[in-house]
């Protein structure tokens, strides 16, 4: 099967499959695993502490392999700078960056005029159609099934795709509650041109989190993940677990950052992906967790993926 798209063609790569931002776990052997397996593999930028730690990752992943790569930029952290980091990927001559969480404006403008591929994560329409005015290449929607933070209109992927792509001329990648080829059929039929995977890629043998948070993936129903934040104007998911179920009661005592920064921050999701321990930590994780099965190395799973997605094809040409 041909799977050229625009995506592929804009960014160069083989197959239509672009590994997510995926803060604190997306480093430089996953992102390199991805795009040797024909893929984008991205690095997740603001999980690193310094400058000197991105170029470090950067050059990594440019020795691993000789074909594109992203690097990710969730922007809008609370008030944490992103601007040094971006400059790093202007000098070492990314070819892909992606933005999310804020304006992408800053960052837009920043690289304008570059020889680099820029694609935002939108989670509604109306932000969509404003990334494209601003000069974005392609768009991902993230619908409310996915991982991690999400839009606060609750608007699925099945409804999110191909609404922007009726809105918008540039390519969408559609994200969110996608982990295989029929997911990747499915996303091609609603009119994206790319899948973006988050939870997919944890329970893979290249990404470094703990066995514990693999095997919640395997084990999870589609029950098991909840969504946290939504009283900060913040919405995300996760993985269901004795840490989460204290973040959603007091949610629902009190309202205000203040009251759950200790419980959301980036040290106590690195605790769960880590060591593992529910009781001290969570892990971000979409509704897509019920339909992961099995641990396969990313060259595996990429494979696997266009082998269903072939047999969709065929079966349907029948
Ligand atoms: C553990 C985890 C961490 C994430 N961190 C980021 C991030 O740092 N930047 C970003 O743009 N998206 C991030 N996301 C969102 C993913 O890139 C992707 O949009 C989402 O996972 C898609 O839904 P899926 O999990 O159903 O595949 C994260 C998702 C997960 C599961």
Known sequence: MNFQTRITELLGIEY?????????????????????????????????????????E???VKSMTDRPFGVNFAIGQHGRPFE??????????????????????EVLDRVDGLDMKK?????????????EELGADAVMVVGQEGGGHLGKGDVGTFVLTPEVADQVS???????????????????SLGAEGIEMGTRFIATKEARAHQNYKQAILDATE???????????SPARVLRGPWTERILEIEQQVTGYEYLKDYISGKVNQNYIKHGDSNEGFGWAGQSAARIKDIPSVQELIQSIVTEAENVKNKWNK
Do not use: C, F, W
């Open 170 to 188: 540039i390519p969408v990648i559609a994200s969110g509650g996608i982990v295989d080829g029929r997911g990747l059929m499915a996303a091609l």
């Open 16 to 56: 239509p499959i672009i590994q997510g931002g995926l803060a604190h776990l997306a480093y430089s052997d996953l992102a390199a695993a991805v795009s040797n397996a024909g893929g984008l593999g991205q690095i997740t930028a603001m999980s690193l502490e310094t400058t000197e730690e991105l170029r470090h």
């Open 84 to 105: 040094h980091m971006v400059d790093i990927a202007i000098e070492e001559n990314v070819p892909v960056i992606s933005i999310t969480g804020g304006n992408p404006k």
């Open 223 to 233: 029950d098991d993940t909840v969504v946290i934040k939504r009283s900060i104007g």
């Open 58 to 60: 950067i050059k990594r």
């Open 119 to 131: 694609l935002v994560l939108v989670a509604a329409t109306r932000q969509a159609v404003k990334a």
